[in-house]
């Protein structure tokens, strides 16, 4: 009697949550594209006032669209703040009278002083003005090559801002009539510094040296100039970068802030205007090691490193005002937090903790609140406000309210051993409805990177939709590989030399241990993977046929023949220990394509045709080699995109074809319409 009872209970307890979760729908593709997301928090100097950004997708346009919102920190209605299509980048005048921000709205009519004016055709990205208190915004800038980068000064009487420099008039002429041979390595479209007078619009040009220029800081008295510099456009110099200081009127040529072999980054002057503080590695040697943070006097001597027991990325630091802490974000396994470090004793103090990812923020004049914004995996993106003397969460703003009518998987951090003892965490996502003791389909996406790692961010991307595959059903397996940033340096460099060994046995491992708690159906299983991520499954579907699917996107399948082809050669070095033809052995040993013949597994492949990072010969390569053997494969390129999918209509596509074929080889539901929506939790899903 207590058994029938206790089972009456059971189902009815399953019913009532059934029920529930039927009260709503799943989530479907629309619904992903319809997510909105929030970035660019920018706090008044006052504190009173969020000024943010707000980024949808136009369908209608197949653009993707950025708004600039503002809503008292001490809450209210958010409302919208600009009426461009393109605004972006929000940044308060110290005196918190002006908000600036860039956009590529049409340029407004009449000359305006400062560069050259732009050319008829698509806008470029200008700085306009507009006051907190209401009013039109006013165009600033007139750049013929448009902005990239701003910053205010001090006296918010200025704005330093970095723009492409100009063709001269020869180049455009060749451009015009279509005499544009491009010889490799040389023509560098170099960058300009410029600051321009916020009363008068008066433009100076700065810098005008053969250098590719970003992040422009005044120091506090306005007279310097820091930026960072890399000696060309070329992706593979990007660990090349200095940090150089100019006298803001120009009456200097640029100077290297230190000298140091590895990249220098980040430079933040100290509100006393004594320090420096920047981003800095030792050596550039390609591998995937974390800059440390550093402070330095601004008139030169030996350098300080601070938190020096954080083994992490340090992102978006912000000074103090009274120069003595240093605010940071960094990833922390799969969250994201918020840290404090004294810049005298150089210890270190968490902030934020608790489940979820913090992205952007910034900090009032007195150091007193910060403005972020934060989503995890049941919510999504948002703007909140805490105080940073005992932290807590304020939210402000409510940008996706039709989530609540979604139903959302549960989501459970897991851990398990790798072949090798190694502990690896990733995160899985349930099925809406999840009843346990029940085996479901099982999804693998690897990230990529591979120094990528997956956190508790809301999924609503097209690299990452988990809360549609919940919705129908399936069991959504997101593996922190080693070589996952997150978890230290040692674990961070723990796949060199390596790919497609540890890392491989990691993800087999992780779904071994999902299938052993019952929670994965082994007859039902697929991986996908973009970037690296498809570089994994490429390497899975010649390795094992115990998927009966997978996807590979921008793919790396032929070491060899991506190490000269494409635009990273010295990342390729790091985690190869070498070029390939003084080490043909490491290459070939992690390559798909040495072993294609072993491939079994129905595959599609995606690729933006117009890649750069991953070239279109590595899906063309596997490709070839199943087809040639016999293997259900299918690829598809992407129009005028590179390494990721920029267009909204062709993210839709990805994500409902990848479906599509999963649905079909997985669940052997052969033309099952892609956008359907499934019962929750079906036990034929």
């Known amino acids: 009697m207590q058994r029938t009872v206790s089972a009456l209970l059971t189902v009815l307890c399953l019913s009532t949550a059934i029920a529930f979760a039927q009260d709503k729908h799943p989530m479907t593709f629309?619904?992903?594209?319809?997510?909105?997301?929030?970035?660019?928090?920018?706090?008044?100097?006052?504190?009173?006032?969020?000024?943010?950004?707000?980024?949808?997708?136009?369908?209608?346009?197949?653009?993707?669209?950025?708004?600039?919102?503002?809503?008292?920190?001490?809450?209210?209605?958010?409302?919208?703040?600009?009426?461009?299509?393109?605004?972006?980048?929000?940044?308060?005048?110290?005196?918190?009278?002006?908000?600036?921000?860039?956009?590529?709205?049409?340029?407004?009519?009449?000359?305006?002083?400062?560069?050259?004016?732009?050319p008829a055709g698509p806008p470029r990205a200008q700085i306009y003005l507009i006051s907190p208190f209401g009013g039109e915004a006013e165009q600033l800038t007139d750049s013929k090559t448009g902005v990239t980068s701003f910053t205010w000064s001090n006296d918010s009487k200025r704005i330093a801002y970095i723009t492409q420099a100009p063709l001269t008039d020869a180049e455009e002429k060749k451009q015009?009539?279509?005499?544009?041979?491009?010889?490799?390595?040389e023509g560098f479209r170099f960058s300009r510094l410029w600051t321009i007078e916020i009363a008068s619009k008066s433009a100076k040009e700065v810098v005008k040296e053969s250098l590719v220029l970003s992040e422009p800081q005044f120091s506090p008295d306005g007279a310097t100039l820091s930026f960072t510099a890399h000696p060309t456009t070329k992706a593979d110099d990007g660990s090349l970068s200095d940090i150089y200081l100019v006298k803001a009127d120009g009456s200097s040529k640029p100077v290297k802030f230190l000298e140091n072999k590895g990249p220098d980054s980040g430079a933040r002057w100290s509100p006393d205007g004594k320090w420096i503080s920047y981003s800095s590695r030792e050596a550039s040697d390609g591998l995937p090691k974390f800059a440390r943070l550093y402070v330095r006097p601004v008139q030169g001597g030996q350098a300080r490193q601070l938190a020096t027991d954080f083994d992490g990325s340090i992102q978006s630091v912000v000074w103090a005002t009274d120069s003595s802490t240093l605010y940071f974000s960094a990833a922390d396994r799969t969250t994201g937090q918020l840290f404090a470090v004294n810049v005298s004793s150089g210890a270190l103090k968490h902030l934020s903790s608790g489940p979820g990812v913090i992205g952007s923020f910034s900090i009032s004049r007195d150091s007193s609140k910060a403005a972020f914004t934060r989503s995890s995996i049941e919510e999504a993106p948002d703007l909140f406000v805490s105080s940073l003397n005992g932290f807590k969460l304020v939210k402000l703003t409510d940008h996706n309210p039709q989530v609540r009518q979604i139903a959302l998987g549960k989501s459970e951090i897991i851990r398990w051993k790798s072949k090798d003892g190694m502990e690896i965490e990733g995160i899985m996502i349930l099925p809406v409805g999840y009843q346990p003791g029940r085996a479901y389909p099982t999804w693998a996406n690897i990230h990529g990177g591979p120094s990528g790692v997956w956190t508790?961010?809301?999924?609503?991307?097209?690299?990452?939709?988990?809360?549609?595959?919940?919705?129908?059903?399936?069991?959504?397996?997101?593996?922190?590989?080693?070589?996952s940033s997150g978890y230290g340096e040692k674990f961070l460099l723990a796949n060199v030399r390596d790919w497609g060994g540890g890392d491989y046995q990691d993800i087999q491992t992780g779904l071994d241990e999902l299938v052993r708690r019952g929670i994965a159906d082994p007859q039902r299983l697929g991986q996908s993977g973009w970037s690296y991520g498809g570089y994994m499954t490429a390497w899975t579907l010649t390795q094992t046929n115990r998927f009966k699917a997978v996807m590979v996107g921008a793919g790396l399948t032929n070491m060899f023949s991506m190490y000269s082809t494409n635009d990273l050669q010295s990342v390729l070095e790091g985690y190869f220990g070498g070029q390939p033809w003084n080490d043909l052995d490491a290459y070939t040993r992690a390559s798909a394509m040495t072993f294609i013949k072993k491939a079994r597994t129905p595959t599609l492949i995606l690729h933006g045709q117009n890649d750069q990072r991953v070239p279109i010969g590595q899906a063309q390569e596997l490709y070839m080699g199943l087809k040639k053997n016999g293997i259900p494969v299918s690829l598809v390129f992407y129009p005028r995109e590179g390494h990721g999918l920029q267009e909204p209509r062709h993210q839709l596509d990805k994500m409902t074809r990848e479906y599509s074929w999963f649905a079909k080889y997985v669940l052997g539901q052969e033309g099952a319409p892609a956008k359907e929506k499934a019962p929750v939790a079906s036990a034929n899903n």
């Open 30 to 118: 629309d619904d992903v594209m319809a997510i909105k997301s929030v970035s660019s928090a920018a706090i008044s100097p006052d504190g009173k006032l969020v000024a943010y950004s707000v980024s949808y997708a136009d369908m209608k346009d197949n653009e993707r669209r950025n708004e600039i919102w503002m809503v008292s920190s001490s809450g209210g209605t958010s409302r919208k703040f600009t009426s461009g299509k393109n605004d972006s980048s929000p940044a308060w005048s110290s005196d918190g009278q002006l908000l600036a921000f860039v956009s590529s709205r049409p340029a407004a009519s009449g000359p305006t002083p400062g560069p050259a004016p732009a």
């Open 176 to 185: 015009k009539d279509k005499d544009d041979a491009i010889v490799v390595d």
């Open 456 to 483: 508790q961010a809301f999924p609503s991307g097209a690299t990452n939709y988990a809360h549609v595959l919940a919705g129908k059903g399936w069991v959504v397996f997101l593996p922190n590989v080693r070589g």
